[in-house]
């Protein structure tokens, strides 16, 4: 084996510690999310109480990169969101340990707004339910996507949702 093949190797060897960093950023995003003009709009309102007169821009947010999930004629997509509905069976049927779906309150307290994390082999989902975007990352495609609108995804998600704390 060659160097560039085991480089190669070695990259492949860190996209899952990779997605679970990029993913646990995301899940903080969605803990305290709003849409981007709002973002835009508190980040100004902090800068300027703080006594900046000249902030910087508010930065990116990884959820305001995600583009649209490939179209359903593509066979990972397609794949994703088959085991997307399998792991919400799952988990409604106790069948699934903490490490696979995690569910915790968003903010503002006292709302019925969640935050969930799916992890699973090869892809990872966030999710703000019911208010708030739906994106999920795949190991082999760099590349975050968005499926918030799309019904194969909003019903797995709620259930997922809805059975836990």
Do not use: C
């Given at each position: 084996?060659?160097?560039?093949?085991?480089?190669?190797?070695?990259?492949?060897?860190?996209?899952?510690?990779?997605?679970?960093?990029?993913?646990?950023?995301?899940?903080?995003?969605?803990?305290?999310?709003?849409?981007?003009?709002?973002?835009?709009?508190?980040?100004?309102?902090?800068?300027?109480?703080?006594?900046?007169?000249?902030?910087?821009?508010?930065?990116?947010?990884?959820?305001?990169?995600?583009?649209?999930?490939?179209a359903t004629s593509d066979p990972v997509a397609v794949a994703m969101l088959?085991?997307?509905?399998?792991?919400?069976?799952?988990?409604?049927?106790?069948?699934?340990?903490?490490?696979?779906?995690?569910?915790?309150?968003?903010?503002?307290?006292?709302?019925?707004?969640?935050v969930l994390r799916v992890t699973t082999s090869w892809w990872s989902l966030?999710?703000?339910?019911?208010?708030?975007?739906?994106?999920?990352?795949?190991?082999?495609?760099?590349?975050?996507?968005?499926?918030?609108?799309?019904?194969?995804?909003?019903?797995?998600?709620?259930?997922?949702?809805?059975?836990?704390?």
């Amino acid at each position: 084996m060659n160097g560039a093949q085991r480089g190669g190797d070695d990259f492949l060897d860190k996209l899952p510690a990779f997605r679970r960093e990029a993913m646990e950023r995301i899940v903080e995003e969605l803990y305290q999310w709003w849409p981007l003009e709002k973002h835009r709009e508190m980040h100004l309102w902090s800068e300027y109480n703080d006594g900046i007169t000249d902030p910087e821009p508010a930065g990116v947010r990884l959820t305001d990169t995600a583009r649209a999930l490939p179209a359903t004629s593509d066979p990972v997509a397609v794949a994703m969101l088959q085991e997307l509905g399998e792991v919400a069976q799952e988990h409604a049927a106790g069948q699934l340990g903490g490490d696979v779906v995690e569910v915790r309150p968003a903010w503002p307290p006292g709302r019925d707004v969640k935050v969930l994390r799916v992890t699973t082999s090869w892809w990872s989902l966030a999710a703000r339910h019911p208010e708030g975007p739906v994106v999920v990352m795949l190991d082999g495609i760099l590349g975050l996507y968005d499926v918030t609108g799309d019904p194969r995804a909003t019903g797995p998600v709620a259930r997922l949702s809805a059975g836990s704390g």
